[in-house]
């Protein structure tokens, strides 16, 4: 169903369950025939080794039976998973030739180890083991071919080495293994054979999980886009409603719309979270599944990278080793930490948005402390497995102590300044703020800074502390409705009831001034050289300011002009004295005259 307004989650679940009673029959009837036959004989005879190997059996028949009812045309993996045609046509080709060769030949080889006789071992498992690795490596060898399971949607794969290799390694350690068995090696390639099929059992869970998920998230996508689209819609209708656009279909005047994270933007950082898990699954799965074919593995656990000392119930010290597998899932931990503080905002969007009717702003607060609830946990978790307890942290507490001190109290206040205003929320992300002087719209919080796009679309990064100890307008917190003042000058002899008059006229024409509260107009002072009045509107959006502010002086200009009212200038008087006559200059002396020699 593609109808957004009726599709639910539900009914990928449902579909899930019908394809997994639909897969069971099978393997139940597997399931139940050997525990009969184990029932009907003794321990150790032939019914009971029949049975055993019936429901050694059940599990693998299972993974091809739901393997093969999930890429049914209409089924699970199509209307639902959206996987392409290509890879569901592999499968479909491949899983009736693989169900009627490799199920019989693991019942045989299950079979043969479990009567213990080394003639069947030595022939029918070692024969088994061989045709089964055969038909293994020529399956997988069509199956990882450019055009099967690589095919991804609206995705064109160039060629990849690292395809290229593993469609050549897998196949090859198939027929490795029928060497192996050939050789003599038959129980080790019996191990290898059963953690196979346990891998695809593990790659089948992983994929449908990575299914649902990315089902639930394209679902959650979808509601948002119509969320925003309806959005949009009523926003249009609203401005169209006041005048924005005219009644013959013209065109309306832009519309802004709840749209703080693109679809684009969420969708990408779902993808990473959603390929991050399935990668850890994967290597969880596959880890569990050869623990027993590769001891070394499992005994990670027994290598010692370090000691730490801990301090026990009875007070004493005691050494607890640090081994590698905790050293590895400490590093796993802090990557997943950085991998879903990183996108955890797109997955937030999604659940919260698709479902409730959450603004921005919380939304914004939630993420924010998610993340910071995130970071800390992870790395709480990721240092503790690598062996940082508390006690080994004293010294860092106490040296951050020291440094709050002398130089680390400004960020330190800046952070719990940021966490303040997460919670408190004297402003939004979009509100439009003065702090300091300066305009802008808040895009950003921080931990320690606040991030203010100004109107000169410059972006000023403002710390946190300055709006905790500062003085803070917010112009859009409760109520964007605020009030201009448009101040006019007149010549002395005008009539002031006509200035009145032209006034509400100006601001009756204008359809963004409100009707309530009513403008007003006043006679305020008896100036040096004008008579001042004042005229005072409302408006309901703090974008339409400056744009009221022009048109109602626009408009007074040329009501002003219609009726012979004269803008007042400044006047300066000039007084001109006439001077005196300056007195007459006195005769200069005569020269002297040179005596004689």
Known sequence: MRDVRHDRYRRTLQSLGWTVLAALPGAAALWLAGDLLQQVGERGKYSDSLGGALQALAPAAFTLSFLAWLVRERGLAHAHFRWVRARREALQRWLPWLMAGLLPLYFIVALAFLRGQDLAIDVSARLGIVLASLLSAWALWRLLAPDALWMRRGVVLEPSNARRALRFALPAAQLACAALAIDGFVYSTAIVLDAQFASVGVFTAVA??????????????????????????????????????????????????????ALDKVNAQTRRLLRALKLVLLV????????????????????VLWSISETAADGGSTAVPITLMAALLGVVALALTVVAARNLPGLLEIGLLSKVNIDSASRYAITSVSRYAIVMVGIVIGLGLLGLRWGQLQWMAAALTVGLGFGLQEIFANFVSGLILLFERPFRVGDVITVNNLDGTVTRIRTRATTILDFDNKEIVVPNKTFITGQLVNWTLSDETTR??????????????????????????????????????????????????ELRVFVGAISDRLAV?????????????????????????VHVRDLPDPPPAAPAPPAARPGPL
Do not use: C
């Open 484 to 533: 201009i003042v448009v101040k006019v000058g007149v010549d002395y002899g005008t009539d002031p009831a006509l200035v009145h008059r032209l006034l509400a006229q100006a601001a009756a024409e204008n359809p963004r001034v409100l009707e309530s509260p009513a403008p007003r107009s006043w006679l305020l002072e008896f100036g040096a050289n004008s008579l001042d009045f």
């Open 208 to 261: 449908v999980l990575h299914g649902l998920l990315s089902r639930w998230s394209a679902l959650g996508e979808r509601r948002l886009a119509y969320r925003r689209l309806e959005q949009k819609r009523e926003a249009e209708a609203a401005a169209r409603a006041e005048g924005g656009g005219d009644e013959d279909g013209g065109e309306a005047l832009p519309v802004e719309v709840d749209a703080d994270l």
């Open 284 to 303: 969880l799965g596959l880890a569990w599944v050869w623990a027993g074919v590769m001891p070394a593995f499992a005994r990670l656990d027994e290598v």
């Open 549 to 573: 502010r022009n048109e109602l002086n626009v408009r007074l200009v040329e009501l002003f002009d219609q009726h012979g009212v004269g803008f007042a200038y400044p006047q300066l008087d």
